[in-house]
């Protein structure tokens, strides 16, 4: 794997002279990374390898710009892109509500799911016929949440909040250094560890009586860039469309990922229904804010605005693009449906009983990220290939919008108003 490092002006022979000092520095891009998570990063003296590195690096010198790596814990992940340690963290990052706040994402550059490796405790009645799909995955895991299970995991990633999240039982044992959950289940201190389609074939390699159970979610990877950075993450979509176009992206994912890496994702349609599920999301935070500072979930006022914003984005992007913009009752179309959509969600929120997830604001925290992804979803939108059909949105759209729990019908709102836009 080639190293990918700091900046190429900084390697200029030293008899260069007047010619070398006289050329313009690159400007920089401070990245970060855990430098643990095999095969997005590995730590290598002051820099990062694998795929993040790889991919990241070809977007550097392409731009011309100076890279240089910083070395994150996956616990401090949102509190390092917060308090401006990097520009943007490259990573196996899966896009998730508490980082949307705190950031904003890029296109999506992989596909995966999480993953619980096993070896099947004396106590745990045999495996039955593997069930299809995240539901006969997670039947599966709930047959094994016992007090008697023993789970490692990554401590403060997403996986951990995954095993929490499904194993209310069983002893979830977090631990900071990812390379030793592997090994607490390689010694037999771990019954299983939660990994996910990335990791979980390197994992289980060279183990004994191992079995998989999963995927159990559908999660997307993408960079993660500083809120106050919306050049940077624009530049970034702008380039990821056009490797994902051009064949690069698979290419990169193939050599590094393999097929846990997933199919193609840095695509318009994709990568808005990835947007959509992310602003869905969102909304049982939305939905808990509202109900402490007793708001009601209508708010034509706010719609309105939300409407407003929506066709003030998608024309300033066709504008930058150079691109006529749709129609806008096309564009009010399509916001209409994510509004409606997220009011749905809403209100299955608060009909659920309220637990004690953290608290964020409506007017500080979660209306900026809802902004920042709304400006993602209009540039994709000025970008969407003519002649979509229903059928293949459609198809996608199940898939992508399965978490979010959205009635048939309501996803088929959101299919229909996209297809209008790219028709």
Request: proline fraction near 7%; aromatic fraction near 4%.
């Amino acid at each position: 794997m080639p190293a990918v490092s700091a900046a190429p002006a900084a390697a200029a022979a030293p008899d260069a002279g007047a010619a070398a000092s006289s050329r313009p520095a690159a400007a920089s891009l401070r990245a970060g990374t855990s430098g643990d998570y095999p095969p997005f990063s590995v730590w290598k003296d002051d820099h990062a390898e694998a795929f993040s590195a790889a991919l990241l690096g070809g977007f550097a010198a392409e731009q011309r710009l100076a890279l240089s790596w910083t070395r994150f814990r996956w616990a401090d992940l949102v509190g390092d892109l917060r308090a401006g340690r990097f520009d943007l963290a490259a990573d196996g990052i899966t896009v998730r509500p508490e980082r949307s706040l705190a950031g904003r994402f890029t296109v999506p550059v992989a596909r995966g799911g999480a993953v619980l490796l096993l070896r099947r405790p004396a106590w745990a009645a045999p495996a039955g016929s593997p069930g299809l799909g995240l539901e006969g995955a997670r039947a599966a895991l709930r047959a094994l949440d016992r007090p008697e299970l023993r789970v490692a995991v990554n401590r403060g990633g997403h996986l951990e909040r995954v095993a929490r999240s499904f194993l209310r039982r069983a002893q979830v044992v977090a631990i900071p250094d990812n390379a030793a959950v592997r090994e607490a289940l390689a010694r037999g201190d771990a019954d299983a560890a939660m990994t996910n389609t990335f990791e979980a074939p390197r994992w289980a390699e060279g183990l004994d009586r191992i079995e998989r159970i999963g995927p159990l979610t559908r999660d997307v990877v993408a960079l993660y860039v500083r809120a106050d950075r919306p050049e940077l993450a624009a530049q970034l979509d702008t380039w990821l469309l056009a490797e994902e176009e051009r064949g690069a992206l698979g290419q990169l994912r193939a050599l590094h990922l393999g097929p846990g890496g997933g199919g193609p994702t840095a695509l318009p349609v994709d990568a808005l229904l990835c947007a959509t599920a992310e602003r869905l999301a969102l909304m049982p935070l939305v939905a808990a804010a509202k109900r402490r500072a007793g708001r009601a979930i209508e708010d034509q006022a706010q719609e309105a605005r939300v409407l407003a914003a929506g066709r003030a984005a998608v024309l300033q992007a066709a504008a930058a693009r150079g691109a006529p913009p749709p129609a806008d009752d096309a564009i009010d179309a399509f916001f209409r449906a994510q509004i409606e959509s997220a009011k749905a969600v809403e209100r299955r929120a608060l009909a659920a009983p309220e637990t004690s997830e953290p608290a964020f604001s409506l007017d500080d925290d979660l209306r900026p990220a809802i902004a920042r992804i709304t400006a993602r979803m209009a540039f994709l939108l000025v970008r969407l290939p003519r002649g979509l059909t229903r059928e293949s949105v459609l198809a996608k759209a199940r898939d992508d919008l399965a978490e979010s729990g959205l009635a048939p019908e309501q996803i088929e709102r959101l299919v229909a108003a996209l297809v209008a836009l790219g028709g």
